[in-house]
């Protein structure tokens, strides 16, 4: 019986150590405006990636990415406090919700693939009410997520999301901010510490040719320091079933 007792604790203890596994989720934004793209898209690792709306290659990278069992969120234009140029199919502060609502639908029908939405700039827009209450609003119909790209300290983003039963996550490390091998995985080496410390930890980098040679010498050694790459999509709540846009049904624009 002692045995069969101390075999229990034994099992019990590993059960713990293999759940408390700490799991990164990498984002690659900006994926759509140029061709080498493509070849961020085909690393054979569980990379996220977040597709503009209306690019020359975005769709065809969603799809890639799709067909290779990796997670595709939306990466929606939103108005910087910079007024930096934002590209096609943005969202804007001056826009009324029906507006908002239907430049999403037209953003999510051009990247059917997408499972949630991260914001592209957005420093003035995600930092404003209304606009992002009718985003949550919309998010919430089509049964996405939302990351928060955190390009403001003043995002209003979590409290709209909460408001509108919208499961919400958000980054911690920009990883190439400074693009250079040295600085890269100084973020890197941050990033896992987040992970050790919370058991997950979320990054975003860009389709830099640097970012690309970083992840593709880098990522295959985390095994063996006991880390996990996932797809965003696994570090959702267990009751967030993610399914892609494409087979839900378009919200109205009421």
């Known amino acids: ?7 229990f604790l034994v099992l019990t203890l590993f059960s713990a150590i293999t759940v408390a596994t700490p799991r990164i989720a990498i984002i690659i934004d900006d994926i759509g405006y140029q061709k080498s793209d493509l070849r961020m898209v085909a690393l054979p690792y569980a990379i996220t990636y977040a ?10 990278a969603a799809e890639i990415a799709y067909n290779q069992q990796n997670d595709v969120i939306l990466h929606m234009p939103m108005e910087a ?9 943005a969202l804007t502060q001056h826009m ?8 999403l639908q037209q953003a999510l029908s051009d990247i059917p693939f997408a499972i949630g939405m991260n914001n592209h700039m957005g420093s003035l827009f995600t930092a404003l009410d209304h606009p992002m209450d009718w985003t949550m609003e919309y998010l919430s119909q089509r049964h996405l997520f939302f990351v928060d790209s955190l390009t403001t300290p003043q995002s209003t983003a979590k409290h709209y ?9 958000a980054r911690h490390i920009f990883l190439d901010n400074q693009q250079n091998q040295a600085a890269i995985e100084k973020q890197f080496q941050q990033l896992l510490q987040i992970a050790r410390q919370h058991q997950t930890a979320i ?7 640097e970012t690309y040679r970083f992840l593709k010498q ?8 006991g880390i996990e790459l996932v797809g965003i999509s696994a570090l959702l709540p267990e009751d967030h079933h993610a399914i892609a846009a494409g087979f839900t049904e378009p919200a109205s624009a009421k």
């Not at 990054?203 to 040719?209: E, L």
């Open 1 to 7: 019986m002692l045995v069969r007792f101390c075999w």
């Open 51 to 60: 597709v503009l709306p209306h690019t020359p290659y975005g769709k065809q």
């Open 96 to 103: 009324s919700r029906q507006q908002i609502h239907s430049t």
């Open 203 to 209: 990054a975003i980098g860009h389709p830099y040719p």
């Open 218 to 225: 880098r990522l295959p050694q985390l095994a063996a320091e």
């Open 161 to 169: 999301a909460q408001q509108r039963n919208v499961t919400f996550l």
């Open 81 to 89: 406090t910079a007024q930096n140029a934002l590209g096609p199919g």
